[in-house]
């Protein structure tokens, strides 16, 4: 089972960044595919990005593509999501998510992962 923790959430100003963590203490989620999502109050969770099951594409949406990085690493069982260039658009609840059943034209989907973590904020402020 695997069990996803997110942190490094918070408060920033307009154009700040943050780098936002997601561990895993379960089994090993080589095999998974793992995205970012956020839901901002009042909102529908959205996707931000997102990784193939082989790790071999990265994918994103337009309104963060740019300015957000997202980066995987097997061996810490851990996933990265850099954020630059921040805008109070940008603030939400961010999860991180995993599954070892999604279909790739479907990874942005958030209906196609089973584990979730119980996500982190960010507030930026204008």
């Known amino acids: 089972q695997v069990e996803l923790v997110e942190s490094g959430g918070g408060l920033v100003q307009t154009g700040g960044s943050l780098r936002l963590s997601c561990t895993n203490s379960?089994?090993?989620?080589?095999?998974?595919?793992l995205a970012w999502f956020r839901q901002a109050p009042g909102k529908e969770r959205e996707f931000v990005a997102a990784?193939?099951?082989?790790?071999?594409?990265?994918y994103y949406a337009d309104s963060v593509k740019g300015r957000f990085t997202s980066s995987r690493d097997n061996a810490r069982n851990a996933v990265y999501l850099q954020m630059n260039g921040l805008v109070p658009e940008d603030t939400a609840v961010y999860y991180c998510?995993?599954?070892?059943?999604?279909?790739?034209?479907?990874?942005?989907?958030?209906?196609?992962?089973?584990?979730w973590g119980p996500g982190t904020q960010v507030t930026v402020s204008s």
């Open positions: 998510a995993a599954s070892a059943r999604v279909i790739l034209s479907a990874i942005r989907d958030s209906r196609q992962y089973v584990n």
């Open positions: 379960g089994q090993s989620f080589r095999n998974h595919a």
């Open positions: 990784h193939s099951r082989t790790g071999s594409s990265t």
